[in-house]
């Protein structure tokens, strides 16, 4: 309980903090250390009344305090993160010179497109970059239950391209709904590794098992499969990181391997995915069986970057209607390191370096384990598929259907990682202001 001289101590001190989300965190850590210092005082025999006017003195001048302490809890820009954000919108417009093939619409028009979507990108990164990201952390059911709902309208009311039904018609755009599913499960299990360690009982983690897999299941019907591939990896991620309690660790780790070579062996003794499966492993192996049909892009690929050289050949280059489909979305690597040279591919790799240990280290910056966990889920959603995407163009994974984050062309892309990047920026916004939620910061 403070005494009413520390408690007029705190006003003048927080008089001069402007930010009011900081108030309470501020007055806790200076309560702290007034009491400690007053009992140090009580000790050598003072007088209550006395103790609490030396531990105020020894503090010193509250608005002088009141004036450091706002310098350091005022919210905080990570700018370099939105310099390189700027960086890659402008290199998303580099593989669109001399249009795309796939695409009857004029240059104007698919680089008006591209603008749009920035635009809007821009402003969906300015809304989460300034909603107050705690408040979602109760939220994490109603995130799940939005996903899941998204998978039934898709399963109702999808529309089929490319032979997946993913995709959602809304006026004047059409939506990839696995994209957006992936959004709101992420946040979901963000808020459910902050309070792992109250699924102690086995219903509890039996539950946990249940909703890990079925997000998984519902990418292979429709079927996405690198989706599932970034979600299992961003919930590794968060799961690696959520200070579970040791026992609750081995229980999860050892019923989703369990359950995960059950469901692995199902997938591909299933008929339908058997001959799929086996032919893209077969093609991944050993492209030059099948130069013109299953490995023909492999083969594509790899002439592509050898015909690069250090300077490339020029944006108005003929490889994407020769050579190299979807040049602007899955093949925008190779096209812009044939198209500018080595030089430019591994700038280019060190800049998406770069952006994915900037928000990494990040992570580690706030005190707040809910925060922490969305920081760390973010980078792994950034971090899975841009090295999937370099890797498949220098033929070490397979080629799946995956963009370059913000580099590749296409909205519902560049919406769902705007959206994570404004989430991790407030993240970092708000580091100076929030309570610590981690034990080993907490200092009262």
């Keep these: ?35 400690s210092l007053s009992q140090s005082y009580k000790k050598r025999g003072f007088s209550e009344e006395d103790s609490d006017e030396k531990a ?7 608005f002088i ?16 993160l939105i310099v390189i954000f700027v ?33 809007l990108a821009a402003l969906v990164m300015i809304g989460f970059l300034f909603f107050n990201y705690q408040k979602s952390k109760n939220w994490w059911m109603h995130f799940y239950a939005i996903g899941l709902f998204i998978h039934l309208y898709l399963y109702l009311f999808g529309l089929t ?25 992420f946040l979901a299990w963000a808020g459910i590794f902050n309070i792992i360690n109250e699924f102690r009982s086995w219903k509890k983690q039996g539950f946990l098992l249940v909703m890990f897999w079925i997000p998984i299941f519902l990418y292979l019907i429709v079927p996405n499969f690198m989706v599932g591939v970034i979600y299992f990896f961003c919930l590794l991620g968060m799961f690696t990181f959520a200070r579970v309690h040791k026992k609750l660790a081995i229980n999860l780790v050892v019923s989703n391997l369990v359950a995960g070579i059950i469901f692995i062996i199902m997938i591909i003794t299933t008929t339908s995915h058997q001959s799929y499966f086996l032919t893209r492993l077969s093609t991944f ?27 490339g050949n020029g944006l108005n280059n003929d490889v994407k209607l020769q050579l190299l489909p979807e040049s602007h979305t899955d093949f925008a690597f190779p096209f812009l390191v044939y198209s500018l040279g080595w030089t430019f591919g591994i700038g280019l790799c060190l800049v998406l370096l770069i952006f994915i240990l900037r928000i990494s280290k990040n992570a580690f910056k706030t ?28 033929g070490i994974v397979p080629i799946m259907e995956v963009s370059l984050p913000f580099i590749s062309y296409g909205g519902s892309a560049i919406l769902f990682y705007a959206a994570v990047l404004g989430f991790i920026l407030n993240v970092y916004r708000r580091k100076d202001i929030v309570e610590p939620t981690i034990a080993d910061d907490i200092n009262i």
């Design 1 to 35: 309980m403070s005494s009413p001289k520390f408690e007029e101590f705190l006003s003048k001190v927080t008089s001069k903090v402007k930010s009011t989300e900081a108030h309470n965190k501020i007055k806790k850590e200076l309560t702290y250390h007034l009491q």
């Design 56 to 62: 105020i003195q020894e503090m010193g001048n509250p």
């Design 65 to 80: 305090i009141g004036e450091k302490l706002n310098h350091l809890h005022k919210p905080k820009m990570d700018w370099i």
């Design 87 to 119: 960086i890659f919108a402008s290199i998303s417009f580099l593989p669109l010179v001399g249009g795309i093939p796939e695409i009857s619409s004029s240059i104007t028009t698919i680089m008006g497109r591209q603008a749009i979507w920035y635009i």
């Design 161 to 185: 391209i490319n032979g997946a039904k993913r995709w959602i018609s809304l006026p004047g755009l059409t939506v990839d709904g696995t994209i957006l599913s992936l959004f709101f499960f």
């Design 285 to 311: 192996i050993n492209p030059n069986a099948d130069p013109n049909g299953a490995g023909y892009m492999y083969m594509v690929v790899r002439n592509v970057l050898a015909e690069a050289g250090w300077f």
């Design 367 to 394: 005190k707040d384990l809910y925060g922490r966990l969305i920081v760390i889920g973010g980078a792994v959603l950034f971090a899975v598929p841009t090295t999937w995407n370099i890797l498949m163009a220098f």
